[in-house]
């Protein structure tokens, strides 16, 4: 099956009544960590790349590696997406190379790290909606800044400093017509999100809640949703690393999410703790080792039990064959004749 269209996943997702984790990738790894937690878990897939990411693997080979998968794992729905777009040039880029969906971060500047006005916002979702509706690939929007600066997406601030104005969401959904929101709820990027277990004043779900309402019919997308596991932590720590104590989204908080519109979460930093925490345990344990694929393998395992895990807390699980993929040619005839809405 070719790579599919990220609005069709969501819409099956909001039929059912489930979320679908995207995750991050930068390698061949990550790629099949991802799609052996799928065919386990038999769950459609997002993959999602950065403007890091492009560049750290000269994207055309991250493009062909998925290529590969969707031969090798015919059976999964999977999507590319990418991942905090800063311009309406760089999704235009996205979508020229194959990718199925974009998302346009117009809450920043294209620096990645300014916020903007409303109004720019709007302005550059709304071009990347219409190149992108044309072929028939998905746009995610973001409205409201998310915190942390650490890996290069975010206003720099904590999380609470820019959160989304739900009266804004709605004005900002209508004037764009993306296919699914990402808001600001407290969450920030990296493993440092919050330095105790969050509450209702740092993590806020009642904001979600209260979007969710005013915009029922719209894919809400929570971003920086690691959950950075106290045991992952743990094994960096244990074989050598530095990590400071901190605190991620705990899984509960985003399966409350998912009950009120939520149907994308953002996962990324799990992953690389690990990733990490498999890579120092053999340096530790085998120091004799320097076949790359002594730890790489390892690696990759760690990884794959935390996206399957996940999947299955999302409720994505057992949902790869519920339907036959929709051709982005078709998606597009959709958006013509406005049978596909925000
Ligand atoms: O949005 C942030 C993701 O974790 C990707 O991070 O820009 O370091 O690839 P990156
Ligand atoms: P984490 O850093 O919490 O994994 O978030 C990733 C993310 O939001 C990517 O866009
Ligand atoms: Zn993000």
Redesign the pocket.
């Known amino acids: 099956m070719p790579l599919v269209s990220m609005r069709q996943l969501l819409d099956e997702a909001a039929k059912g009544g489930y979320g679908v984790g995207a995750f991050?990738v930068?390698n061949m790894e990550q790629i099949q960590s991802i799609m052996e937690a799928a065919r386990e878990t038999q769950s459609p897939v997002i993959i999602?790349?950065?403007?890091?990411?492009r560049a750290?693997s000269q994207d055309r080979f991250l493009y062909h590696l998925m290529l590969a998968a969707t031969e090798i794992y015919p059976e999964i729905p999977t999507v590319l997406h990418l991942?905090?777009g800063n311009s309406p040039e760089t999704c235009q880029s996205a979508i020229e190379m194959g990718f199925t969906s974009v998302m346009m971060d117009g809450s920043l500047m294209p620096d990645g790290k300014t916020p903007s006005t409303f109004e720019y916002n709007v302005e550059a979702t709304r071009k990347v909606v219409e190149m992108a509706h044309a072929k028939g690939v998905t746009v995610e929007g973001e409205i409201g800044c998310?915190g942390g600066i650490e890996?290069?997406?975010?206003a720099g601030l904590d999380g609470l400093s820019h959160l989304t104005d739900p009266e804004q969401a709605v004005e900002f959904v209508k004037a764009t017509g993306v296919d699914a929101l990402a808001i600001a709820i407290g969450t920030s990027?990296?493993a440092y999100k919050f330095t105790s277990k969050p509450t209702g004043e740092t993590l806020k779900m009642d904001r979600l809640i209260e979007i969710h309402k005013k915009l029922p019919n719209t894919h809400l997308v929570m971003?920086?949703s690691s959950s950075v596991p106290k045991d992952l932590q743990d094994i960096i720590n244990q074989y050598g690393g530095k990590l400071k104590p901190t605190w991620g989204v705990p899984v509960e908080e985003i399966q409350l999410g998912i009950k009120n519109g939520v149907r994308k979460i953002?996962v990324?930093?799990d992953n690389?703790l690990a990733i990490t925490g498999a890579i120092r345990k053999v340096f530790m344990e085998k120091p004799e080792e320097f076949d790359p694929r002594s730890y790489l393998k390892p690696a990759r395992d760690a990884m794959k039990k935390v996206v399957a895990l996940r999947m299955t807390q999302f409720g994505q699980a057992g949902h790869a064959k519920d339907y036959a993929p929709t051709s982005l040619d078709e998606m597009a005839k959709r958006y013509q004749s406005e049978t596909v809405t925000a």
């Not at 999602?48 to 990411?53: I, V």
């Not at 890996?151 to 975010?154: I, P, Q």
Request: charged share 20%.
């Open positions: 991050n930068n999602q790349a950065s403007r890091g990411a750290y991942d905090h998310l890996d290069g997406h975010g990027h990296g971003h920086g953002n990324d930093t690389r």
